[in-house]
Protein backbone atom coordinates (compact mmCIF):
# COMPACT_ATOMS: atom_id res chain seq x y z
CA UNK A 1 0.00 0.00 0.00
CA UNK A 2 1.40 3.39 -0.84
CA UNK A 3 1.70 6.19 2.18
CA UNK A 4 -0.25 9.73 0.85
CA UNK A 5 1.32 12.82 3.22
CA UNK A 6 -1.71 14.96 4.39
CA UNK A 7 -1.13 18.38 2.24
CA UNK A 8 -2.20 20.09 5.47
CA UNK A 9 1.06 19.73 7.00
CA UNK A 10 1.93 22.21 4.54
CA UNK A 11 -1.66 23.90 4.35
CA UNK A 12 -1.08 25.23 1.04
CA UNK A 13 -1.91 23.82 -2.52
CA UNK A 14 -1.02 25.41 -5.54
CA UNK A 15 -2.50 25.20 -8.93
CA UNK A 16 -1.28 21.93 -10.17
CA UNK A 17 -0.57 20.04 -6.89
CA UNK A 18 -2.76 16.80 -5.68
CA UNK A 19 -5.78 17.89 -3.81
CA UNK A 20 -6.39 16.58 -0.42
CA UNK A 21 -9.47 13.77 -0.38
CA UNK A 22 -12.05 13.44 2.40
CA UNK A 23 -14.59 10.05 2.36
CA UNK A 24 -17.12 10.63 5.34
CA UNK A 25 -19.52 8.84 6.52
CA UNK A 26 -18.13 5.34 7.45
CA UNK A 27 -20.09 2.61 9.18
CA UNK A 28 -18.49 -0.71 8.64
CA UNK A 29 -15.73 -2.67 8.62
CA UNK A 30 -16.02 -3.59 4.87
CA UNK A 31 -16.42 -0.08 4.06
CA UNK A 32 -13.31 0.94 5.57
CA UNK A 33 -10.77 -1.75 4.73
CA UNK A 34 -12.38 -0.93 0.76
CA UNK A 35 -11.20 2.49 1.40
CA UNK A 36 -7.92 2.54 2.90
CA UNK A 37 -6.87 0.61 0.02
CA UNK A 38 -7.03 4.04 -2.38
CA UNK A 39 -5.42 7.14 -1.83
CA UNK A 40 -6.85 8.89 -0.18
CA UNK A 41 -5.80 11.64 2.35
CA UNK A 42 -8.78 11.05 5.27
CA UNK A 43 -12.00 9.30 6.85
CA UNK A 44 -14.18 10.60 8.37
CA UNK A 45 -16.78 9.16 11.32
CA UNK A 46 -20.39 10.88 12.31
CA UNK A 47 -20.73 11.10 16.07
CA UNK A 48 -24.31 12.68 16.24
CA UNK A 49 -27.34 10.71 16.27
CA UNK A 50 -29.39 12.36 14.47
CA UNK A 51 -27.12 11.61 11.38
CA UNK A 52 -28.00 8.24 9.84
CA UNK A 53 -24.39 8.19 9.29
CA UNK A 54 -24.02 7.86 13.23
CA UNK A 55 -21.33 6.11 14.73
CA UNK A 56 -21.14 5.28 18.69
CA UNK A 57 -18.10 5.49 20.98
CA UNK A 58 -17.49 1.42 20.30
CA UNK A 59 -17.32 1.93 16.63
CA UNK A 60 -15.32 4.55 16.41
CA UNK A 61 -12.83 2.65 18.71
CA UNK A 62 -12.70 -0.47 16.49
CA UNK A 63 -12.79 1.10 13.12
CA UNK A 64 -10.37 4.03 13.93
CA UNK A 65 -7.72 1.13 14.51
CA UNK A 66 -8.34 -0.32 10.69
CA UNK A 67 -7.25 3.09 9.38
CA UNK A 68 -3.31 3.62 8.62
CA UNK A 69 -1.64 6.37 10.27
CA UNK A 70 -1.06 8.43 7.03
CA UNK A 71 -4.73 8.77 6.85
CA UNK A 72 -6.18 11.59 9.17
CA UNK A 73 -9.29 10.15 11.03
CA UNK A 74 -11.47 12.54 11.63
CA UNK A 75 -14.79 12.43 14.13
CA UNK A 76 -17.25 14.71 13.01
CA UNK A 77 -19.28 16.16 16.07
CA UNK A 78 -21.86 18.35 16.73
CA UNK A 79 -21.86 21.01 19.50
CA UNK A 80 -19.63 18.87 21.70
CA UNK A 81 -18.82 19.43 25.40
CA UNK A 82 -15.42 19.08 26.67
CA UNK A 83 -16.39 15.23 28.47
CA UNK A 84 -17.22 13.83 24.59
CA UNK A 85 -13.98 15.47 23.09
CA UNK A 86 -11.73 13.90 26.19
CA UNK A 87 -13.50 11.10 26.01
CA UNK A 88 -12.89 10.21 21.90
CA UNK A 89 -9.59 11.58 22.16
CA UNK A 90 -8.83 9.43 25.03
CA UNK A 91 -10.45 5.96 23.74
CA UNK A 92 -10.08 5.97 20.01
CA UNK A 93 -7.37 6.25 17.21
CA UNK A 94 -9.32 10.07 16.21
CA UNK A 95 -6.24 13.20 15.16
CA UNK A 96 -8.68 14.98 14.02
CA UNK A 97 -11.85 16.61 14.68
CA UNK A 98 -14.31 18.61 12.72
CA UNK A 99 -16.34 20.73 14.22
CA UNK A 100 -20.08 20.86 12.51
CA UNK A 101 -22.43 22.52 14.40
CA UNK A 102 -22.77 26.02 16.52
CA UNK A 103 -20.07 25.67 18.57
CA UNK A 104 -18.68 28.49 20.51
CA UNK A 105 -15.01 29.27 19.15
CA UNK A 106 -13.91 28.65 22.65
CA UNK A 107 -14.41 24.46 22.99
CA UNK A 108 -12.14 24.74 19.59
CA UNK A 109 -9.42 26.85 21.58
CA UNK A 110 -9.59 24.63 24.48
CA UNK A 111 -9.05 21.74 21.82
CA UNK A 112 -6.13 23.23 20.51
CA UNK A 113 -4.34 23.83 23.97
CA UNK A 114 -5.20 20.45 25.61
CA UNK A 115 -4.33 18.34 22.59
CA UNK A 116 -1.81 20.00 20.75
CA UNK A 117 -1.87 16.75 18.25
CA UNK A 118 -5.21 16.87 17.35
CA UNK A 119 -5.84 18.76 14.61
CA UNK A 120 -8.94 21.02 14.38
CA UNK A 121 -11.61 21.55 11.78
CA UNK A 122 -14.65 24.16 11.44
CA UNK A 123 -17.06 23.27 9.22
CA UNK A 124 -19.05 26.33 7.57
CA UNK A 125 -22.00 26.81 5.73
CA UNK A 126 -21.99 28.22 2.33
CA UNK A 127 -23.85 31.37 2.88
CA UNK A 128 -23.59 35.46 2.80
CA UNK A 129 -21.87 35.69 5.73
CA UNK A 130 -19.38 32.83 4.62
CA UNK A 131 -16.41 35.76 4.94
CA UNK A 132 -16.72 37.26 7.95
CA UNK A 133 -17.00 33.47 9.50
CA UNK A 134 -14.15 32.87 7.70
CA UNK A 135 -12.04 35.61 9.44
CA UNK A 136 -13.87 35.12 12.96
CA UNK A 137 -12.21 31.15 12.75
CA UNK A 138 -9.19 30.85 10.84
CA UNK A 139 -6.78 31.43 13.29
CA UNK A 140 -8.22 29.04 15.21
CA UNK A 141 -8.09 25.93 12.83
CA UNK A 142 -6.12 24.12 10.76
CA UNK A 143 -8.12 24.38 8.19
CA UNK A 144 -12.43 25.07 7.31
CA UNK A 145 -14.59 23.07 5.48
CA UNK A 146 -17.51 25.02 3.50
CA UNK A 147 -20.80 22.45 3.37
CA UNK A 148 -24.27 23.18 1.89
CA UNK A 149 -26.37 25.31 4.83
CA UNK A 150 -28.76 23.05 6.66
CA UNK A 151 -31.15 23.40 9.69
CA UNK A 152 -29.58 19.51 10.40
CA UNK A 153 -26.36 20.39 10.20
CA UNK A 154 -24.95 18.59 6.94
CA UNK A 155 -25.78 15.29 5.22
CA UNK A 156 -28.35 16.88 3.11
CA UNK A 157 -26.57 15.26 -0.11
CA UNK A 158 -27.55 18.58 -2.04
CA UNK A 159 -24.66 21.32 -3.20
CA UNK A 160 -24.90 24.97 -3.28
CA UNK A 161 -23.52 27.79 -5.67
CA UNK A 162 -19.98 27.32 -5.41
CA UNK A 163 -19.12 30.41 -6.52
CA UNK A 164 -19.90 31.89 -3.19
CA UNK A 165 -16.12 30.68 -2.93
CA UNK A 166 -14.61 32.50 -5.96
CA UNK A 167 -13.71 35.71 -3.25
CA UNK A 168 -12.38 33.02 -0.60
CA UNK A 169 -7.86 33.07 -0.38
CA UNK A 170 -5.44 32.36 1.91
CA UNK A 171 -7.15 30.01 3.64
CA UNK A 172 -6.97 26.26 3.45
CA UNK A 173 -10.52 24.55 2.98
CA UNK A 174 -12.46 21.61 1.50
CA UNK A 175 -15.55 21.55 -0.44
CA UNK A 176 -18.38 19.71 0.82
CA UNK A 177 -22.24 19.08 0.25
CA UNK A 178 -23.55 16.40 -2.12
CA UNK A 179 -20.88 15.81 -4.53
CA UNK A 180 -20.24 13.37 -7.14
CA UNK A 181 -17.61 12.46 -9.86
CA UNK A 182 -19.51 14.95 -11.93
CA UNK A 183 -19.46 18.22 -9.67
CA UNK A 184 -15.76 17.55 -8.85
CA UNK A 185 -15.19 17.75 -12.40
CA UNK A 186 -17.30 20.47 -12.58
CA UNK A 187 -15.54 22.63 -10.26
CA UNK A 188 -12.24 21.76 -11.44
CA UNK A 189 -12.81 24.18 -14.14
CA UNK A 190 -13.81 26.72 -11.84
CA UNK A 191 -11.33 29.64 -10.64
CA UNK A 192 -11.10 28.33 -7.15
CA UNK A 193 -8.55 28.26 -4.01
CA UNK A 194 -9.77 25.11 -2.51
CA UNK A 195 -7.59 22.78 -0.86
CA UNK A 196 -9.66 19.48 -1.46
CA UNK A 197 -13.34 17.94 -1.13
CA UNK A 198 -15.11 16.17 1.35
CA UNK A 199 -17.30 13.46 0.05
CA UNK A 200 -19.77 11.51 1.48
CA UNK A 201 -23.37 10.71 -0.27
CA UNK A 202 -21.25 10.45 -3.76
CA UNK A 203 -19.64 7.54 -3.02
CA UNK A 204 -22.66 5.68 -1.88
CA UNK A 205 -25.24 3.17 -3.29
CA UNK A 206 -28.35 2.51 -0.74
CA UNK A 207 -26.08 3.67 2.27
CA UNK A 208 -23.20 1.81 1.74
CA UNK A 209 -19.48 2.75 0.34
CA UNK A 210 -19.14 1.90 -3.19
CA UNK A 211 -15.29 0.84 -4.28
CA UNK A 212 -16.58 1.80 -8.08
CA UNK A 213 -17.52 5.28 -6.97
CA UNK A 214 -14.44 6.19 -5.13
CA UNK A 215 -12.33 4.63 -7.38
CA UNK A 216 -13.96 7.19 -9.95
CA UNK A 217 -13.31 10.37 -7.56
CA UNK A 218 -9.53 9.59 -7.10
CA UNK A 219 -8.76 9.47 -10.40
CA UNK A 220 -10.32 12.52 -10.92
CA UNK A 221 -8.68 14.13 -8.12
CA UNK A 222 -5.87 12.76 -7.40
CA UNK A 223 -5.19 11.56 -11.19
CA UNK A 224 -3.96 7.90 -10.04
Known amino acids: MRRFKSIFTTIKVEKGEIMYLKFCGFKSKEDVLKAIELPIDAIGFIHFPNSRRHCDMNQIQQLTTLVPSYIDRVVVLVNPDQTQ ?3 LVTHTNINTIQFHG ?3 IEIMKWTKSQYPHIKVIKALPAHQKLQDQI ?3 KEVVDFLI ?3 PSDQFGGTGQTYDWHLLDNIKGIS ?15 QHLSLQHSGYDVASGIEI ?3 KDVKKMKTIVNIVKGE
Not at 173 to 187: N, V
Open 85 to 87: IQN
Open 102 to 104: NEP
Open 135 to 137: VYY
Open 146 to 148: IDT
Open 173 to 187: FLIAGGLTDQHIKHI
Open 206 to 208: KHH
